[in-house]
């Protein structure tokens, strides 16, 4: 069945979890919607135990009715922390302070136009067309997404290379039967540095991590990228996903030579059922990257294979409960470049959900970490590993 004007325009860019939205205001040419999240947890991992926030955020749709069959639209929303973020600072002047962290931060910005028949077209920070692929195992409140190559540059947004909330993206949908697809580019300029002592001859990356200190530079420039996606509902159940994204690094030497790397990835993912319903929901992705993510010391990784899964089962008293498992492992280009070390993201999570109602659900999951970051250098090693650990976290998420 195609997708009515507004979902196709909106709900096909915006895969997020438990989304859902008021209606504040409505006539006969506007509307205005307003959504988000409050979520907090307390989580013990890493050694400690804290209050934290779960991505809270706060988005407002507008919607307008234009002629012949047409819509304008906008979506704006914000990153929020409302519990506090407060450290202490020890100044240059031998005091201490406390300093506070921001209590907003940009997630999505874009604005659109669509139509029944001719698709909808959108400009600005949004959800990229490769989400569209491995969104279906993104559904764990607490520890997600981080083997699907969607939050790339150790576990950010996803911006730079317009996988995850990409910036400066414009990008064409369409919907045909049960068949939609999506194409995307991002037009942006980037430019940075990194030392050739580190790099050597013949790499636009450096072997260790990034540098811009040496005298002698490589300067890169990292400007558009591309992206794509297909969506096929075989059945009321199952629903197939593929898709790409990709982008070129140009650097040039501080002798004129040229040096290019592609940053790319390919890959597909399946899902069967309905995650917010009752019943069983299983799915996953798997897909195979080049120059795409970063290490967790800020090191390229030259080749790697990722997969997500997860499976679920709802009861019809509310409770849902659910396992995942994910894994990112480097090639043999990485372990080359970098003294055989060894870079292998895999952790499984179990948890329980009690979906109060549609708009409140308390949770407890659970992360064990099967990694493995090996190397001769066991302060690199142990610097590596700090991020990637055991815990266990309980929270309360009210959405609006």
């Not at 559904?139 to 947004?157: E, I, L, P, Q, R």
């Not at 317009?162 to 999506?182: E, H, I, M, P």
């Not at 949770?363 to 493995?372: A, V």
């Amino acid at each position: 069945m195609k997708k009515t004007l507004v979902a196709s325009a909106l709900a096909a860019v915006i895969f997020v979890p438990t989304a859902s939205a008021i209606e504040i205001y409505k006539d006969d040419k506007n509307a205005v919607e307003i959504g988000g999240y409050v979520d907090a947890r307390i989580i013990n991992t890493q050694g400690a135990t804290e209050v934290v926030n779960g991505a809270s955020r706060i988005n407002f749709g507008f919607t307008r009715q234009m002629t012949d069959g047409w819509k304008a639209f906008t979506k704006l929303e914000w990153g929020v922390n409302p519990f506090g973020n407060t450290d202490i600072v020890y100044n240059s002047d031998s005091t201490l302070e406390s300093q506070s962290g921001d209590f907003l931060n940009n997630r999505l910005g874009y604005v659109g136009l669509a139509h029944d028949t001719y698709g909808s077209i959108t400009i600005g920070k949004q959800w990229g067309a490769w989400y569209d692929v491995v969104y279906n195992t993104n559904y764990g409140f607490v520890w997600d997404g981080n083997a699907s190559g969607t939050y790339t540059y150790n576990k950010a947004d996803g911006a730079v290379n317009g996988t995850g909330r990409g910036d400066k993206t414009v990008q064409y949908r369409n919907a045909f039967g049960d068949f939609s697809f999506a194409l995307q580019a991002q037009l942006k300029q980037d430019e940075f540095n990194v030392n050739e002592t580190a790099t050597g001859a013949s790499a636009v990356f450096p072997t260790t991590a990034m540098a811009t200190t040496a005298d002698a530079v490589t300067t890169v420039e990292y400007n558009y990228t591309y992206g794509g996606s297909a969506t096929y509902n075989v059945t009321e159940n199952l629903v197939v996903t593929a898709g790409f994204n990709f982008g070129e690094f140009e650097g040039t030497t501080s002798v004129g030579k040229r040096l290019t790397e592609t940053d790319s990835i390919y890959g597909l993912g399946a899902s069967w059922g309905n995650w917010g319903g009752e019943g069983v929901y299983a799915a996953f992705n798997v897909n195979k990257q080049e120059f795409h993510d970063t290490d967790n010391l800020g090191r390229m990784i030259q080749d790697a294979w990722g997969l997500e899964s997860i499976a679920s089962y709802k009861f019809d008293n509310g409770i849902r409960t659910f396992v995942s498992y994910n894994i990112l492992e480097a090639g043999d280009e990485y372990e080359a470049a970098y003294n055989g070390d060894v870079f292998k993201r895999q952790f499984a999570v179990a948890g329980v959900h009690y979906v109060w109602d549609s708009s409140t659900v308390l949770y407890l999951e659970g992360r064990k970490d099967f990694s493995d970051f090996t190397s001769v250098d066991k302060v690199q090693q142990a610097a590596m590993e700090v991020s990637e650990d055991d815990g266990i976290a309980i929270g309360i998420r009210y959405t609006l």
